[in-house]
């Protein structure tokens, strides 16, 4: 009997594949399916654990196209961003060749893993084909008013002379240049995303295939609150700034009892003139600039403020409440300015407790006294109202509800609705992103490029030996006429974030050739993207964005659908033991790969040697797959070793596909020893063997069984169920010597067909070697009877006064009577009830017994 060997097979079917332009898209007319995984950036190499993001979405695509689909599976590459230009720098080469030069070497590895992917779609966000057309819809959006211009607050590295994102701001400092990190305000090009905040947050309602964990985070980063919007007046001479009072709003009207200081934020014009006046309060503002400019980073930073001097009137009490500049406070948010009740909110409690502020407890849980107070914790559950005068012993939203119906009926405030989200800042002061169409005239100000010079091409002949950005010293390129009035322009030599890229790519995919940004007929035929794959970390912004992108773009004509993506699902990472060779000289870990590791076990203990030189490993923590820690696992060792079949079952098999799953060698060589258990059926499969009818039957039984089991389990994304199914199922038929003849043949066609998601390159040869025509790619999803399917027995748990103490099969449907006589004549019942006289027998049909005994 012939051994399965994947480095001749897999390689085989791949050229077979290729050759029959197998996965192509189709537009047969049968339902349409649209799978697709988030695209990747082209960083030069996969992993496993990237790879386990495309095999899931493979798992798909291959199923409903047995299931009778046309499937859409494409493949791209979100190619802009900061890393090329960061290589560009370091390297002394250009981004574009190394972008490209990382998608070649990256789609060789992904097409190792027998994807069906059609590659015929393939675009690069660096496409100026593609880009181009991403410029032409974004000024169809600038003249609907959804593009506009202003300053807004960013994170400027005064090295690198650009804007970074939140996330490349690390302990204040750039993430690249280590320097201090400003918070500046620059003129920057927005979305008005905010036109749709509503309507964002009332779609997820009916999103539901995706995660509630996800809709859950993308209902807080929109965060529509409902509060109270007014005027504190002033004690005393009132500030310039704000002659008529101080404007705040709030979400907690009900804690106004407790207010103990006001707070503005750094860049409230009272603190600007403020910091214009007085040079201490300007350095003071200047150290609040430093760090993210996110809610989370403000959030962690250490609470620091400024008392102003100024006071506000409480319009409930007429007491004098302190105003202090706070570095928590966001401008953007509400009115850049807020009452702060410490007691029930954490960073007010913080800035309190550090400052001396009184601290009054308004919110009391139930069942607590008048003494209730809070400690070092803000108390912010729910409760009723104390100390308070008018309010007290009203809930929470009752409250609320009297607050601001006093602050109204007072004429200085008004109930009112904010949101978190603000608007999409979209502008990046670097070269490696898409040009933004603009060109900007001492007469006529910003004005569109003209459609007839689309695309705006980013030129080849730029220079990264000075920091900033390289269009900005274009000696030609930035240097234009006005296409309005002929004079002499600039062009804008800010590009976009590339999540714009990322907003709407999918749309592409449904026609990357058509002369309009997207081609509507072919988008309305593929949208919405039916199964969308990808990680959680995605799970606001990305989606997000693309959300809202669609909205607009389907507002403006050029598709129909609000939602993009139908069903999300978020898989878990493939994580692996780290190891490494002591420390560098500042400290960090000299990472080393797995390949170069041998592990031993000595005297119980796992010990990890470097094969490249004997020195000892420590082994370090379980994580991810990194290359920054080089625990990573190629599809090219995958293939070289156990094939890369092996690699897609053991991503798939050990966990739900939901979680974290950890690589392991002996996990791969059990994936490996399944590949080969289920070759040897095929190849030992003897068609004239009649077998024994009883046999037979029960190998029929069982091939419906793991049909429907295996068939559920793809449907369901319960990748792993399904792999133990067809697990035990090999089992079963190599097991069953006695069946042969047709039964056999139908379990062996019905294992090929249900095996080719997970394992293709294997069905193939199997489906081969078994005598079928064509490719098993093409065959039916097999169809289970649901009365061969159902199980003939049941196990009933048994539990004896409220705990499980045995259990029993029984035939499927038994009745009451025939059921308590098996349960008294079983052994380890009549064990467990010695001494013991049963009261009462309940049987659940084909649930559990219950016995009470005393």
Not at 519 to 547: C, F, S, T
Request: negative net charge; glycine residues 8%.
């Amino acid at each position: 009997m012939a051994r399965y060997e994947p480095k001749t097979a897999e390689p085989r079917q791949q050229t077979r594949w290729a050759d029959a332009n197998a996965f192509v898209t189709k537009d047969t007319g049968r339902s349409k399916y649209y799978v697709l995984e988030m695209f990747p950036y082209p960083s030069g190499n996969i992993h496993m654990g990237h790879a386990r993001n495309y095999v899931m979405g493979d798992v798909v695509a291959r199923s409903k196209r047995a299931q009778g689909f046309d499937v859409l599976h494409p493949m791209g590459w979100d190619a802009f961003g900061m890393p090329a230009e960061n290589a560009a720098m370091e390297r002394g080469i250009h981004p574009k060749g190394w972008t490209y030069d990382n998608i070649a070497t990256m789609r060789d590895q992904l097409k190792l893993l027998g994807l069906s992917l059609d590659w015929s779609r393939e675009f690069a966000t660096c496409d100026p084909e593609y880009y181009g057309k991403q410029q032409a819809w974004f000024l169809e959006l600038y003249r609907r008013g959804l593009v506009y211009r202003k300053d807004g607050v960013v994170n400027w590295d005064p090295v690198d002379n650009t804007v970074l994102a939140n996330e490349q701001v690390i302990d204040g400092r750039g993430w690249r240049s280590g320097a201090l990190i400003e918070k500046r305000k620059l003129n920057q090009w927005f979305l008005r995303i905010t036109d749709y905040a509503d309507d964002l947050i009332d779609g997820l309602k009916d999103l539901d295939r995706w995660p509630d964990k996800v809709r859950l985070m993308q209902e807080n980063w929109i965060g529509r609150s409902k509060g109270l919007q007014m005027t504190w007046k002033w004690a005393g001479e009132a500030p310039a700034a704000s002659p008529e009072g101080l404007e705040i709003y709030t979400t907690r009207p009900d804690t106004l009892f407790g207010a103990s200081f006001m707070g503005i934020a750094p860049d409230h014009p009272i603190a600007k003139a403020l910091a214009e006046a007085n040079p201490e309060v300007a350095a003071f503002v200047a150290e609040c600039r430093k760090g993210g400019t996110s809610q989370a980073d403000i959030d962690q930073a250490e609470k620091i403020g400024w008392d102003t001097g100024l006071k506000a009137v409480h319009p409930f009490t007429g007491a004098e409440v302190p105003v202090w500049i706070a570095n928590f406070i966001l401008s953007e948010y509400g009115t850049g300015a807020i009452f702060a009740c410490p007691a029930h909110d954490q960073r007010d409690l913080d800035f309190a407790r550090k400052y001396g502020l009184p601290v009054t407890t308004v919110v009391r849980p139930e069942g607590a006294g008048d003494d209730f107070a809070v400690g070092d914790e803000a108390y912010v559950g729910p409760g009723s109202i104390f100390n308070s005068d008018f309010l007290n012993g009203l809930d929470i939203e009752a409250a609320k509800a009297e607050a601001i119906g006093r602050i109204e009926a007072a004429g200085t405030g008004k109930g009112a609705t904010i949101y978190r989200l603000r608007d999409w800042g979209v502008s990046r002061q670097r070269y490696w992103g898409c040009p933004i169409p603009i060109i900007h005239c001492p007469s006529c100000g910003p004005v569109e490029v003209p459609a007839d010079q689309l695309p705006v091409v980013l030129p080849d002949d730029v220079t990264f030996d000075v920091p900033g950005n390289p269009l900005d010293r274009h000696a030609t390129w930035k240097h234009v006429k006005c296409p309005s009035c002929g004079t002499d322009a600039t062009r804008e030599t800010d590009t976009l974030d590339t999540f714009v890229d990322s907003s709407w790519y999918f749309a592409r995919f449904t026609d990357p050739k058509a002369e309009a940004p997207i081609d509507k007929a072919a988008a309305d035929h593929w949208l919405a993207v039916d199964q969308y794959i990808g990680g959680v970390e995605h799970a606001v912004l990305h989606l997000l964005y693309a959300r809202f992108i669609t909205r607009a773009l389907t507002d403006a004509g050029l598709m129909s659908v609000k939602e993009p993506f139908a069903g999300l699902f978020t898989q878990g990472m493939v994580v692996h033991e780290t190891y490494f060779e002591g420390h560098d000289e500042v400290g960090k870990p000299r990472w080393v790969e797995p390949t170069d590791v041998k592990i031993e076990t000595v005297d119980g203990q796992r010990v990890a040697t470097r094969l490249s030189n004997g020195a000892a490993l420590t082994i370090g923590d379980i994580e991810k797959m990194s290359k920054s820690k080089k625990n990573v696992v190629a599809p090219q060792e995958i293939l070289t070793s156990h094939g890369v079949d092996a690699g897609r079952l053991f991503v798939l098999s050990d966990s739900p596909p939901e979680r974290d799953i950890q690589w392991t060698p002996g996990g791969i060589e059990g994936a490996s020893r399944f590949v080969q258990r289920t070759w040897t059926l095929f190849d030992g499969f003897d068609p004239a063997v009649a077998g024994d009818e009883k046999a037979n039957a029960e190998l029929v039984r069982e091939t419906h069984k793991a049909i429907k089991a295996v068939s559920e389990g793809v449907e369901g994304f319960r990748f792993n169920s399904a792999i133990a199914k067809l697990y035990a199922f090999v089992a079963t038929v190599r097991d069953n010597a006695k069946a042969g003849g047709d039964a056999k043949r139908q379990a062996l066609s019905a294992l090929a067909r249900l095996i080719a998601p997970f394992t293709p390159h294997l069905a193939e040869e199997c489906w081969t070697r078994l005598g079928e025509d064509g490719m098993v790619l093409d065959a039916p999803w097999p169809v289970w009877d649901a009365a061969l399917a159902a199980d003939d027995e049941v196990v009933l748990p048994i539990q004896i006064n409220g705990k499980r103490r045995a259990e029993i099969r029984v035939a499927r449907g038994s009745e009451p009577a025939a059921v308590e006589a098996l349960v008294l004549a079983d052994e380890t019942v009549k064990a467990r009830l010695e001494g013991l006289s049963v009261k009462k027998i309940v049987v659940v049909k084909d649930r559990i017994v219950n016995l009470v005994a005393g």
